[in-house]
């Protein structure tokens, strides 16, 4: 009688693995990943999983890696289409503000910082690729809007790093959910902030009042 062939354990592809974190991530938070309850959901051992990733740390960023390439792509989208600079500008603040409360590529954003206190070189300068992505898309619309008119003249690369430390700050806010920071809430704050920062003087103006925290 024939021996029946061996069983191979054959890897998913990865992309179904960073796929896989990132719903475990908003089904259940952070502290539902595990290594073991990950590899049952895509049919690979936590050793194999650990094999291929080599760490829980790698895994976290190459699926952030992953999750950015995505939203990178919407980006430039926007970025490249129809509207004004000012309608573009508020497409990007919407895109880089969170969802809500627990949003699930944000909550790993915040892992991920965590945990590069102990990161090595090449992980630090993987985060920082992210991050450049986002400031030079968003000094290259600046830049767009001033040439356009839209916006008054300013130093570009200064005002897109404190217009992404604003929103960094109130991401934050909405991601571990302080009250008084709904996504709403931060959007208007983000819209008046952009008025008051890039219009230029006796210019009509988006803002509009802020709804009071309940």
Do not use: C
Request: glycine share 8%; net charge negative; charged share 30%.
């Amino acid at each position: 009688m024939p021996r029946s062939p061996r069983r191979r354990n054959i890897a998913p592809p990865r992309e179904d693995v960073l796929a896989a974190v990132m719903a475990t991530v908003a089904e259940r938070g952070l502290e539902g990943l595990t290594m073991a309850g990950l590899g049952r959901e895509v049919g690979m051992s936590s050793g194999h999983l650990l094999y291929y990733f080599r760490t829980k740390d790698e895994l976290l960023l190459q699926t952030l890696e992953w999750s950015e390439a995505r939203l990178g792509a919407e980006r430039r989208a926007l970025l490249t289409g129809p509207g004004s600079a000012r309608e573009r500008l508020d497409a990007y603040i919407g895109l880089y503000v969170p969802d809500g409360h627990r949003d699930p590529h944000w909550t790993l954003w915040l892992e991920v910082w965590n945990r590069s206190q102990d990161a090595d070189d090449d992980a630090r300068a993987r985060q920082a690729a992210i991050e450049d992505a986002w400031h030079l898309d968003l000094v290259e619309l600046l830049a767009d809007g001033i040439a356009r008119g839209e916006f008054r003249a300013v130093d570009t690369a200064r005002a897109a790093t404190r217009l992404r430390a604003l929103m960094d700050g109130f991401s934050v806010h909405v991601t571990v959910g302080i009250p008084g920071t709904g996504r709403e809430q931060v959007l208007d704050q983000m819209h008046r902030y952009a008025d008051e920062a890039l219009m230029p003087p006796g210019s009509d103006t988006r803002a509009t009042e802020v709804t009071p925290a309940s």
